[in-house]
């Protein structure tokens, strides 16, 4: 796994009908809808029925086999279920075969799948009886990119002696019938096992059949045919007690598949190698491929505008000595270094406390992508413009002492690498494969030649100042380029905000926006107001501002999502006459997740203990006009409004409602429930 939960975009948000027999807590994710069906409209006491998990995925993007092959996470369904049940193990259908970048192989499904599961009930089970069956599915969608998602999903049937066969019950019956087979092979398989490889080979195949092998072992690579008819099966880790996978035989009549397992047992490991001509990722092969890709990652668009600006800082170092310029190189080789070596340590360390970390495994750390998205917009500003860096004494950045440069220059050499941690790049994916399976110091030797790869050019460059005559001469070019990288950069905050909401979702994408809006006004009043001919009273002021602004983003994106309150009805007309004929008096909150107005009431005026307090009697109804719902369009304007916030209490004692002004207080309320 070496490329999962890594990066993100900005994704679509529309929903996708679902199958009859199930019932959704939460539906999924934009690239995939989740449901559970079952083969039975009812449960028979005692009798095992089928029921799978109902998997709808976007066209373009997959989720990933028990065995996702070279990266990725297999789906899981973790059952909930009432004492007495028993489930049994997910039935995997035979998956497709991906070729991804750097020469990785992953297996999974893409339109929809189901994952069949045997389910039986308590034979005590009571006619009648309704009984839910909830779980929760998790699973990681890739495209380009890669997405983690879950579920709650729920199942919901009767328990009845007499049950039928379900709408769905065929695809289901499909779906086994893409399940490997049962029984025998009807082929003469051999095993021979090696060193760190085992090579199967299929005897009695017609003619024109194909063969292929997917691994299920733990640490079996994917397998590669020999020039005599063999099937390399590598292991990258330890020697395994057996070899497990599907194999799989197309001879004309359509693809069918088979479980089998070579238990190695106590076999002496064999001498023998794989035939001449196979390509093996050999240690040295690894750190050249590990160079290759760190060297092309300069090229990765998050990393260009960061790498574009430090040469511009050679050419204005160009006239300076030539020590000078080359002390500068090395900090900011060191700070590729210092990353990339942190981030293997760290990885070393987790590995051995049993945590699967992998290749940006932060950037499933939603705190850390919000950090992360925070600096690139503040680095974007500073392109463009909006603000310069200075400390007491000096003007600008360039013009800080030798100590503070060669800071700096470690500084902006650790960013880039930071930008390029989502990426891979040709030769790298490999490269990573091979770090990810291999001891402490080889996975350390790894990440340094990567490192390497990445620090080469500055190294050349600052160690031959006169090769920068080649480069353009300083001048407005600069300035004006320097403000586009300003702008690709906002277009990486764009996309870390997808990675946020694809992890969080909507709301919070949005909170995090707010925080934005906030950090950016900030930025503009230090650019304006604390430059270093402000008077120190203008400065205090100026920093005080800022800190008001960046509060009230924090403050916006904290409220963004009002909590739900369990004593809320969904209001309806057929509810509202129901509580008129029973006397009952009640509130009605018409509001929009859209309507600001609607959000400072909620917040500061109807969460308050006095009104809560006040409506204590009252029957709370919201109604929800986010989505344009027409017979609330239709009430609204019988109380003659045109939009919403409105407010109408009734106490249903004969008396003609009465509608709140749109800017509450707590007076205006309390005073209207008495």
């Not at 499904?109 to 005590?124: F, K, Q, S």
């Not at 110091?441 to 100042?465: E, H, K, Q, R």
Request: glycine share 10%.
């Amino acid at each position: 796994m070496f490329r999962n939960l890594i990066v993100g975009c900005v994704l679509w948000l529309t929903g996708i009908p679902m199958m009859a027999q199930a019932q959704d807590v939460e539906n999924g994710s934009p690239q995939v809808q989740a449901e559970l069906v079952a083969d039975t409209t009812a449960i028979a006491p005692g009798k095992p029925f089928l029921a799978a998990l109902h998997l709808r995925i976007r066209p373009g993007w997959h989720v990933y086999w028990e065995n996702p092959g070279d990266s990725g996470l297999p789906v899981t369904l973790a059952w909930k279920l009432p004492e007495g049940w028993k489930a049994g193990k997910l039935q995997w259908p035979i998956p497709q075969k991906h070729l991804e970048d750097g020469g990785l192989v992953t297996y999974g499904y893409e339109g929809e799948v189901l994952l069949l599961a045997e389910l039986t009930p308590p034979a005590n089970l009571a006619p009648g009886e309704k009984i839910t069956l909830p779980a929760r599915a998790t699973w990681l969608v890739c495209e380009k990119t890669c997405v983690p998602g879950s579920a709650e999903v729920a199942l919901t049937l009767p328990a009845s002696p007499t049950p039928q066969a379900s709408p769905v019950a065929p695809t289901i019956e499909a779906t086994q019938a893409r399940l490997p087979q049962p029984g025998p092979v009807p082929y003469r398989i051999s095993w021979e096992p090696g060193d760190a490889e085992m090579r199967l080979k299929v005897e009695g195949l017609p003619a024109q059949a194909k063969a292929d092998f997917y691994p299920i072992t733990p640490g079996a690579s994917h397998p590669e045919w020999t020039s005599g008819g063999l099937l390399r099966v590598p292991y990258t880790d330890e020697k395994p007690a057996a070899v497990r996978g599907l194999l799989l035989v197309d001879d004309g009549g359509g693809q069918k598949g088979w479980i089998v397992e070579q238990p190695l047992g106590a076999t002496a490991p064999g001498t023998s190698t794989a035939p001449e001509g196979t390509p093996q990722l050999t240690l040295a092969r690894a750190l050249g491929f590990g160079f290759l890709g760190g060297f092309i990652l300069n090229l990765m668009p998050c990393v260009l505008p960061v790498i574009a600006l430090k040469i511009f800082g050679f050419l204005k170092e160009a006239g300076e000595s030539r020590q000078r310029v080359f002390r500068s190189g090395l900090a900011f080789v060191g700070g590729i270094f210092a990353w990339f070596m942190g981030l293997a340590v760290l990885i070393c360390v987790a590995r051995g406390a049993g945590k699967e970390v992998t290749w940006a495994f932060q950037f499933q750390n939603p705190v850390f992508v919000l950090g992360m998205m925070l600096l690139v917009f503040v680095f974007a500003l500073n392109l463009l413009g909006v603000f310069e860096i200075w400390v007491p004494g000096t003007n600008k950045l360039a013009a800080l002492s030798e100590k503070e440069g060669y800071g700096g220059a470690f500084l902006h050499g650790m960013f880039a690498t930071l930008l390029a941690t989502p990426c891979t790049a040709p030769f790298l994916g490999s490269a990573l494969a091979f770090a990810f399976t291999q001891s402490t110091p080889v996975t350390l030797s790894m990440f340094a030649s990567i490192a390497a790869g990445m620090s080469v050019p500055y190294l050349l460059l600052t160690a031959n100042p006169g090769w920068m005559r080649w480069l353009p001469k300083p001048g407005m070019w600069m300035v004006r380029l320097k403000q586009a990288f300003g702008f690709l950069m906002l277009g990486t905050v764009v996309w870390l905000l997808g990675v946020l909401g694809a992890q969080k979702g909507t709301a919070e994408a949005v909170g995090a926006a707010w925080i934005l809006l906030g950090v950016g006004g900030a930025c503009w009043i230090f650019g304006a107001w604390c430059t270093p001919s402000a008077r120190r009273p203008q400065r205090y002021l100026a920093v005080g501002a800022m800190v008001v602004l960046v509060g009230a983003g924090f403050n916006l994106a904290s409220n963004q999502k009002a909590p739900a309150e369990a004593d809320w009805e969904a209001w309806s007309p057929e509810r509202v006459v129901e509580l008129q004929k029973a006397g009952t008096p009640y509130f009605v909150d018409f509001t929009a997740d859209w309507c600001l107005n609607c959000k400072y009431n909620e917040k500061f005026v109807l969460s308050t203990d006095a009104v809560k307090e006040a409506l204590k009697g009252y029957v709370k109804l919201r109604a929800d006009w986010t989505k344009g719902d027409p017979r609330i369009t239709a009430e609204l304007k019988k109380l003659g409004r045109g939009g919403v916030p409105v407010y109408v209490v009734d106490h249903s004692d004969g008396s003609e409602p009465k509608v709140l002004p749109e800017l509450l207080t707590q007076p205006v309320v309390t005073e209207a429930l008495k």
